[in-house]
């Protein structure tokens, strides 16, 4: 059976001594996708939204992976003091595809920023800071390495989440911003506990499911737990 293609949209950066404009992609997403029985496709980056129609039409499905903030301008907000890096430019693209991912009814993942940037593309809002979201957040930026776990995770049940990873998981955690109104059909699916979303799902558009946290790096571990979430995005590609 053929492998399905799962585009993944390339990060946005500069190389070398002429500082050349890149399209770049963590290797642990390519190798994940790849060990949950896809074929990983890198999307480059692009403003011109009929050749982003056509890259995502030759994919089975769209995982948007993690990056810098979401401009706040995007939920309808003036940029906060604590808000991160940003790129309008970047984020239109990442918006496009989305929407363009919907209208052609394949299955659209994310991670991390992946899951802040379609709860922005749905009509949502974050918060820009951890630190804005409550007043005694956890540790969700971890100085422990990429594959170890440093916070619980508890997934709403019934939810696609709790199917493929359990009631209660431990997850690792590289994010200072986090979702503060949900978008247009997009439901909370897990949670940190501190009560901050860590997951999303829709019943509107059941092959969505985006985490806030790393699932490709566990790929770097003896015992890959995260494998289910890209099983299942492949298995929903086919
Ligand atoms: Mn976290």
Redo the contacts with the bound molecule.
Sequence with gaps: MKRPVIGILASKYTYGKWQLLQHGLGDNYVRSVEEAGGLAMIIPHCTDDSLIEDYVSRCDGILVPGGIDVDPVLFHEERHELCGESDMEYDLFQISVIHKTIEQGKPLFGICRGLQVINVAFGGTLYQDLSLACEKP?K?VQEEYRNVPT?KVRTAPDSMLEMLLGEELE?N?F?HQVIHELGYGLKAAAW?EDG?I?GIESDIYPNLLAV??HPENFIMNKEDVMLPFFVKLIALSE
């Design positions: 956890l969700h916070h997850v955690s994010h940190a901050l860590e806030q946290w």
